[in-house]
């Protein structure tokens, strides 16, 4: 079994039920009942042997860890009620009061306002580095730096790095500090890739979490995150921080994206070649000054994502000449019919808004002209094209 749709339908863990049905119970607790006084006292729950109460875990809980374990090439997870639950989690279990954090400058905004405001306020600093230039990232590594955060590609602006180097600099200042020195990790953003774009433990990361609000579950209706690492003493610092946090979820939750993961990978191929179909033919459209996805050449990071990547997500973002004004391109995304306006990505319907770059970053932004992130959904690419084509006279009007 090699594909990874075969994997996720016909994957060995099955919670000790004895019911062979072919999808997975739904079980739901915060009471687990024990039958003793000596199994109230030692059952054990951290290694998924036993149950012990709700917030510990359930069999449908455990079962979508497995995959979601399995699905990014890794050993252990944790689930959470939101990916950027995911992101405040790792930065909880991994971070102490004169702690440093690294952050690429166009990682996903709620992990830097999250740094920005709590991490601050509690004596943790971060700096944002340029993820396209692992110099930069090595010249911003100090003694008190513990924590590295990755994603590829960037948010909105979807520059591919090259994680390789980037791991590469942080191994490197880990060899220097010795064994006594607490060592830096990485953590990846794995929302993009999915864990089908690439597997985010051969890039050498030590933990990488992902928003199950996108891909895995697919329908736009579901609020979830995962952590996932291969290290067990990692795994249980994010678990022990979990427990703490009382970071529950939904057993009704954990089925819908159980059943998104029946469809993943055919929603994520389908929707990537959609993606790139509409991306390339953006390019050529009027008023038209750049199309960032890292498939195009001339993307920046372009060579990095063909070393590294074997699929792209369902993003792409126009770059609008400079002479057109944001009252066009507000008009522009308001005459869009199929692409409506709203946040997220990954769903069925395919969405579209408009961001204003140069705030949203520390190191310079090299366009003038106005951004519009598109996320393509499931709908006929044909009807998506036709509706970018009719939408595009106001542009210019
Ligand atoms: C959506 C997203 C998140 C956060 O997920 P939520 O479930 O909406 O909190 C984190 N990272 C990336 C890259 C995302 O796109």
Known sequence: MTGLSTQLIHHPYRPPDGFAAVAPGVHKASTVLFPNVHALRT??????????????????????EERMATIEGGLFCTLVPSGLSAVALVDMA????GDELLIPDNAYGPNKAFANVELAAW??????????NPADLAAKMGPATRLVWLEAAGSITLEYPDLRALVAVVQHANAARGDSARLVLTALDNTWGAGIAFNPFEMG???SMQALTKYPSGGADVLMGSVVTRDEALHQQVLMTHMRLGLGVSGNDVE????????????YQAQDMATREL???????????QVLHPALPGSPGHANWLRDARAAACLFSVVFESGISQRQIDAFCDRLQLFRLGWSWAGPISLCAPYDVPSMRTTPWLHAGGLVRFAVGLEAVDDLRADLAQALPALLA
């Open 43 to 64: 059952q054990e729950w951290k290694d998924k042997s036993g149950y012990t109460y709700g917030l510990h875990g359930t069999p449908t809980t455990f079962t979508l």
């Open 205 to 207: 990361v030590d933990v």
């Open 123 to 132: 004596g943790i600093s971060r700096r944002y580095y340029d993820p396209q």
């Open 94 to 97: 991994y971070l102490r009061q």
């Open 279 to 289: 991306a390339s033919w953006m390019l050529h459209q009027a008023g038209v000054a």
């Open 256 to 267: 819908l994206v159980l059943r998104g993961l029946n469809t993943m990978t055919l929603r």
